[in-house]
C-alpha cells in the first residue's frame, strides 16, 4: 500500500514563547495559509477553543464562519517543555497517519507544519473506559481492530515509516542530542518506538538506567530502588515466553484506550470519515451485530480509531493485550482486565469465519490427548478461543513494561504534574501480580 497524496505543508513553527495569545494567533495565520477558502479570511473571523493538553500535544478548535468547516489544530514537541521526540517519531507517525487516512482511518489530514498538524474536525463522542468493555461495543471494536490488523503493507518493514533499530550513534535525532548535550539523559542510538513493540521497551530501557533526579531527591530516592538488571532479565524471558504463541505480525496500534477510539456523527463527511466496512468475523455473522440489538450503541456512526503515535508493525497479541489492560480505565482498576468469557466473546467477533475452526485444528493437533478426533468441536474451539487469551494474557505483560519502562522517562522530562514514578510501580505490581497465572496459560497451550 502506498501513502496517499501529501497534503499542503508550511514549514512554519507554533511557539509559545511571546504567550497563548500570540500562539493562537499564529494558528489562524497559519490556516489562511494552508487551507482552501480561508485564506481572505481575518483574525477575528476565526473562533478558538482547546479541545485538550495532553501529554505530548495541545489540540485546539479553529472555527471559520459557514460553510467553510472547521479544524482540529495539533501543536507537538516543546509546548509544555517537555521531550517527546525522546518516545515519539513524529516524522514516522506522519507518514503512518497519511497511509491510514488512505485506506479510512484516523482524522483526515488537511494541512502540514514544522511541529504539528490541521486535521478535520470530526463530530464524535469518545468512548469512556465503561463503554470500551460494554457487551454493546465489544463486537463493534473487535471488528474494526480486525480491519485494522488486514490492511495490506502496512505490517511490512518501511524506511520511510520506521528508523531503523541499527542507528548509529553518530546519527542522533535533534532531541536527542539536545538531551545528551545537556547533562545525563538519554542517549540518541535509541531506536524509534515505530521500529517494534520489543525495540521500544528495551531502547527506553537503556534509556531510562542512564537517567538522573538529582534536582529532586524525592523522585531520586525512588528511582534509586527499581533494580534495572532484574528487569532487563526478566523482560528478556517475558519477550522468550511471548515468542512461543507465535502472535502474526501485523500493523499494531499499540494505544488502544477509550480516548482513542470513537464513535463518529452519522452526519460527517469525507473521505477518512468514511471508513470501509469492517471485515465479517465469525461472531458478527452468527449474532446479528449488523442489524441486531448492539447495532444501536453506535446511533448510526461509524467507529474510529484515532491517534497513532506508538503505532507500529508487531505481533498481534500486543495490541490486543494492551486493550484489555485499557478496561481498567483512567483509575487503573486491573480487576476490570477480561475474564477468559470475556475474552472469547471479543474474539469471536474478531475471527473472520472459517478462521475459529481452523484454529480448533491446530488446538487438537497441539493437544491431542484432550482434543483428539473423538473430542465434541465445542471443546476444541472453546481451547482454541483459550489459546488466543494465552496470547493476549502473555502480552498484557509486554504491555505493563512497556508502559512501565516509558514512565521512567516521562517522569525525568514531562512538565505534567503527575506522579510517573507511582504509576510505573503500578503497572509492574500489576505484572508481577498476574505473571504466574497468564504464563500457565501458555504453558497449557503453547507448551515449550
Same mark, same amino acid.
Given at each position: 500500500?502506498?501513502?496517499?497524496?501529501?497534503?499542503?505543508?508550511?514549514?512554519?513553527?507554533?511557539?509559545?514563547?511571546?504567550?497563548?495569545?500570540?500562539?493562537?494567533?499564529?494558528?489562524?495565520?497559519?490556516?489562511?495559509?494552508?487551507?482552501?477558502?480561508?485564506?481572505?479570511?481575518?483574525?477575528?473571523?476565526?473562533?478558538?477553543?482547546?479541545?485538550?493538553?495532553?501529554?505530548?500535544?495541545?489540540?485546539?478548535?479553529?472555527?471559520?464562519?459557514?460553510? +467553510?468547516?472547521?479544524?482540529?489544530?495539533?501543536?507537538?514537541?516543546?509546548?509544555?517543555?517537555?521531550?517527546?521526540?525522546?518516545?515519539?517519531?513524529?516524522?514516522?507517525?506522519?507518514?503512518?497517519?497519511?497511509?491510514?487516512?488512505?485506506?479510512?482511518?484516523?482524522?483526515?489530514?488537511?494541512? +502540514?507544519?514544522?511541529?504539528?498538524?490541521?486535521?478535520?474536525?470530526?463530530?464524535?463522542?469518545?468512548?469512556?473506559?465503561?463503554?470500551?468493555?460494554?457487551?454493546?461495543?465489544?463486537?463493534?471494536?473487535?471488528?474494526? +481492530?480486525?480491519?485494522?490488523?488486514?490492511?495490506?503493507?502496512?505490517?511490512?518493514?518501511?524506511?520511510?515509516?520506521?528508523?531503523?533499530?541499527?542507528?548509529?550513534?553518530?546519527?542522533?535525532?535533534?532531541?536527542?542530542?539536545?538531551?545528551?548535550?545537556?547533562?545525563?539523559?538519554?542517549?540518541?542510538?535509541?531506536?524509534?518506538?515505530?521500529?517494534?513493540?520489543?525495540?521500544?521497551?528495551?531502547?527506553?530501557?537503556?534509556?531510562?538506567?542512564?537517567?538522573?533526579?538529582?534536582?529532586?531527591?524525592?523522585?531520586?530516592?525512588?528511582?534509586?530502588?527499581?533494580?534495572?538488571?532484574?528487569?532487563?532479565?526478566?523482560?528478556?524471558?517475558?519477550?522468550?515466553?511471548?515468542?512461543?504463541?507465535?502472535?502474526?505480525?501485523?500493523?499494531?496500534?499499540?494505544?488502544?484506550?477509550?480516548?482513542?477510539?470513537?464513535?463518529?456523527?452519522?452526519?460527517?463527511?469525507?473521505?477518512?470519515?468514511?471508513?470501509?466496512?469492517?471485515?465479517?468475523?465469525?461472531?458478527?455473522?452468527?449474532?446479528?451485530?449488523?442489524?441486531?440489538?448492539?447495532?444501536?450503541?453506535?446511533?448510526?456512526?461509524?467507529?474510529?480509531?484515532?491517534?497513532?503515535?506508538?503505532?507500529?508493525?508487531?505481533?498481534?497479541?500486543?495490541? +490486543?493485550?494492551?486493550?484489555?489492560?485499557?478496561?481498567?480505565?483512567?483509575?487503573?482498576?486491573?480487576?476490570?482486565?477480561?475474564?477468559?468469557?470475556?475474552?472469547?466473546?471479543?474474539?469471536?467477533?474478531?475471527?473472520?469465519?472459517?478462521?475459529?475452526?481452523?484454529?480448533?485444528?491446530?488446538?487438537?493437533?497441539?493437544?491431542?490427548?484432550?482434543?483428539?478426533?473423538?473430542?465434541?468441536?465445542?471443546?476444541?474451539?472453546?481451547?482454541?478461543?483459550?489459546?488466543?487469551?494465552?496470547?493476549?494474557?502473555?502480552?498484557?505483560?509486554?504491555?505493563?513494561?512497556?508502559?512501565?519502562?516509558?514512565?521512567?522517562?516521562?517522569?525525568?522530562?514531562?512538565?505534567?504534574?503527575?506522579?510517573?514514578?507511582?504509576?510505573?510501580?503500578?503497572?509492574?505490581?500489576?505484572?508481577?501480580?498476574?505473571?504466574?497465572?497468564?504464563?500457565?496459560?501458555?504453558?497449557?497451550?503453547?507448551?515449550?
Amino acid at each position: 500500500m502506498g501513502p496517499s497524496t501529501s497534503p499542503p505543508e508550511d514549514p512554519a513553527e507554533i511557539s509559545f514563547a511571546e504567550g497563548q495569545q500570540e500562539a493562537e494567533r499564529s494558528i489562524k495565520k497559519l490556516c489562511t495559509r494552508l487551507l482552501p477558502g480561508w485564506s481572505e479570511l481575518k483574525e477575528e473571523d476565526m473562533q478558538m477553543s482547546k479541545i485538550s493538553g495532553g501529554i505530548s500535544n495541545l489540540l485546539v478548535k479553529v472555527e471559520p464562519p459557514a460553510p +467553510l468547516q472547521p479544524v482540529a489544530v495539533k501543536v507537538f514537541g516543546e509546548v509544555f517543555g517537555d521531550k517527546t521526540e525522546l518516545l515519539i517519531d513524529r516524522e514516522a507517525e506522519k507518514h503512518t497517519l497519511l497511509r491510514l487516512n488512505a485506506v479510512g482511518f484516523g482524522a483526515p489530514v488537511v494541512g +502540514l507544519f514544522g511541529n504539528g498538524r490541521i486535521e478535520a474536525f470530526l463530530p464524535c463522542k469518545t468512548l469512556t473506559p465503561e463503554e470500551m468493555a460494554d457487551p454493546g461495543f465489544v463486537p463493534h471494536i473487535a471488528a474494526r +481492530l480486525r480491519a485494522f490488523h488486514d490492511l495490506p503493507g502496512m505490517d511490512a518493514a518501511d524506511a520511510t515509516t520506521s528508523a531503523p533499530a541499527s542507528a548509529p550513534a553518530s546519527a542522533p535525532t535533534p532531541a536527542a542530542a539536545e538531551a545528551a548535550a545537556a547533562g545525563p539523559g538519554p542517549q540518541p542510538h535509541v531506536p524509534s518506538p515505530q521500529s517494534s513493540q520489543w525495540d521500544a521497551i528495551f531502547g527506553w530501557l537503556d534509556m531510562a538506567e542512564q537517567l538522573s533526579f538529582e534536582h529532586d531527591p524525592a523522585k531520586q530516592a525512588a528511582f534509586d530502588k527499581v533494580d534495572f538488571k532484574a528487569m532487563r532479565a526478566e523482560l528478556t524471558l517475558l519477550r522468550a515466553l511471548c515468542g512461543r504463541v507465535a502472535s502474526p505480525r501485523v500493523f499494531c496500534h499499540n494505544d488502544l484506550l477509550s480516548g482513542n477510539i470513537l464513535v463518529i456523527a452519522p452526519s460527517t463527511t469525507g473521505p477518512a470519515a468514511e471508513a470501509p466496512e469492517p471485515s465479517t468475523s465469525a461472531g458478527a455473522a452468527t449474532s446479528g451485530v449488523a442489524g441486531g440489538a448492539t447495532a444501536d450503541v453506535l446511533g448510526g456512526g461509524q467507529l474510529q480509531f484515532i491517534d497513532f503515535e506508538y503505532s507500529c508493525a508487531g505481533p498481534r497479541g500486543f495490541d +490486543l493485550g494492551n486493550h484489555f489492560n485499557e478496561y481498567a480505565g483512567f483509575d487503573c482498576d486491573y480487576t476490570r482486565f477480561p475474564t477468559l468469557e470475556q475474552q472469547a466473546a471479543f474474539f469471536r467477533h474478531y475471527l473472520k469465519p472459517g478462521e475459529l475452526q481452523a484454529l480448533a485444528a491446530a488446538a487438537r493437533a497441539r493437544r491431542p490427548a484432550e482434543l483428539g478426533g473423538a473430542a465434541p468441536q465445542a471443546a476444541a474451539e472453546a481451547a482454541a478461543l483459550e489459546g488466543l487469551a494465552a496470547e493476549a494474557c502473555i502480552y498484557a505483560l509486554a504491555s505493563h513494561a512497556y508502559w512501565g519502562v516509558w514512565s521512567f522517562i516521562q517522569a525525568r522530562y514531562s512538565p505534567i504534574d503527575f506522579d510517573y514514578l507511582d504509576y510505573s510501580a503500578l503497572r509492574w505490581a500489576e505484572y508481577h501480580r498476574r505473571r504466574a497465572e497468564f504464563v500457565a496459560l501458555v504453558d497449557k497451550h503453547y507448551p515449550a
